[in-house]
């Protein structure tokens, strides 16, 4: 029998939760590899996250016991079920539901009018919500109960309450069931849109099943409702603090791309995704079992000074394939076109509307818990042209 590992933090502890980026920086450099008592290991160097997200083999993406598709799936598996997804993210798709992306996003941003908003209730989680639905071709009436139920999801995850966490899943895969059944239902008389389109979909020379297209719909809903409104919240806070990179902006739109994703290593929207380990494995010295969990902390390693120097140096020269924001490897988040347009637009439409963007003077974002990433609430003043 083995000693019981160390315990090295707590992860949910308040001095964390108060500020997860800060704390981060503050485990890199002194413990690169920490046991919790929650049993599982966090990883927060580059490095090590780029070697587990290299190595799937050793590092498995089959964490959870229910079905996730493609993302708790590890090859073969994987394979088809990853082939189908991306599908739906290619740059015809994109080009296609731009201007739909645009309206959306040039409609909520002209409903915030002028003077102080709180950004995060007032634009962000509504885009979240709108621009998925619009996506996936579902019915405004959904607009406030996927709100509600974001509401829900967030703060049952944070609780750790599992009875509530799977209550609300259910809840969750009755919107998705409901969709499909009107386009069965419908038949040849079904919207032309993602959902539809995804009923024709095969894998193995069979239909998906309704576990698996549920799963799908689902991973690709949550993450975009939860993660969108968070980077949403993240960019303009930044931008508020940061005139100067706003000017620039403003003259150069073409450079807003990029600029979302270097504002986005900075500061995470998505704090974590969990691996397991197949082997015992070695990182940064410490030994850890088969069958451990492991979390792969994007909210360091996008960070780590070996690799970026000053972790809060906006810079638009980096290399791209350093940041980590849409992960790496067989496992890269699949939506990350779909991400990168919606925030690209988003951005845009607000620096077109605007004169200037600006902090509240007396008034500071309030920081997410984890799970979550960002902010809870972002007061700006918007000056409108």
């Keep these: 029998m083995t000693d019981e590992p160390r315990v090295d933090w707590d992860p949910r502890s308040d001095a964390v939760q108060a500020n997860q980026v800060a704390a981060y ?25 780029v070697r ?15 079905l996730s598709v493609p993302n708790g799936m590890d090859p073969p598996e994987h394979t088809p079920f990853r082939a189908i997804n991306d599908r739906y993210f290619t740059p015809e798709r994109m080009a296609a ?108 020379g069979r239909p998906l099943s309704d576990a698996e297209l549920v799963s799908l719909i689902r991973n690709w809903t949550v993450g975009e409702l939860s ?67 492991v979390m792969v902390l994007w909210a360091s390693a996008n960070r780590d000074e070996d690799v970026f120097g000053d972790p809060d140096e906006f810079r638009l020269d980096r290399t791209p394939a350093d940041n980590l924001l849409y992960g790496r490897g067989i496992h890269y988040c699949p939506g990350a076109p779909l991400a990168r347009l919606e925030l690209t637009v988003l951005i845009e439409e607000l620096l077109a509307a605007t004169e200037s963007i600006d902090a509240v003077q007396g008034a500071t974002p309030t920081y997410a818990a984890y799970p979550a990433g960002g902010f809870t609430s972002v007061p700006v003043s918007l000056q409108r042209r």
């Design 25 to 49: 920086d503050e485990m890199r450099g002194r413990c690169p590899v920490a046991h919790s008592a929650y049993r599982n290991w966090t990883v927060f160097r580059h490095s090590d996250t």
């Design 52 to 66: 587990i997200l290299d190595d799937p083999d050793t590092f498995s993406n089959a964490v959870s016991s229910h």
């Design 97 to 204: 539901f731009e201007p739909a992306c645009r309206e959306v996003s040039r409609n909520l941003v002209d409903a915030l009018g002028g003077g102080e908003v709180e950004i995060v209730a007032a634009l962000a989680e509504p885009f979240a919500n709108h621009i998925q639905c619009s996506f996936m071709g579902w019915p405004d009436r959904l607009h406030e109960p996927l709100r509600d139920w974001t509401r829900k999801n967030r703060e049952a995850t944070r609780a750790l309450d599992r009875a509530a966490m799977s209550a609300i899943a259910l809840e969750f895969d009755g919107y998705i069931r409901e969709q499909l059944g009107e386009r069965r239902t419908a038949g040849r008389n079904a919207p032309r849109d993602v959902t539809t389109d995804l009923l024709a979909e095969q894998v193995d």
């Design 227 to 293: 993660t969108i409104a968070s980077c949403v919240g993240i960019l303009v806070s930044f931008l508020a603090s940061n005139p100067d990179i706003q000017r620039h902006l403003r003259a150069e739109p073409d450079r807003i791309g990029a600029a979302c994703d270097e504002i986005l290593r900075m500061q995470a929207p998505l704090i974590a995704n969990r691996r397991r380990t197949t082997r015992e494995v070695t990182i940064a010295g410490r030994t850890i079992p088969a069958d451990e969990r």
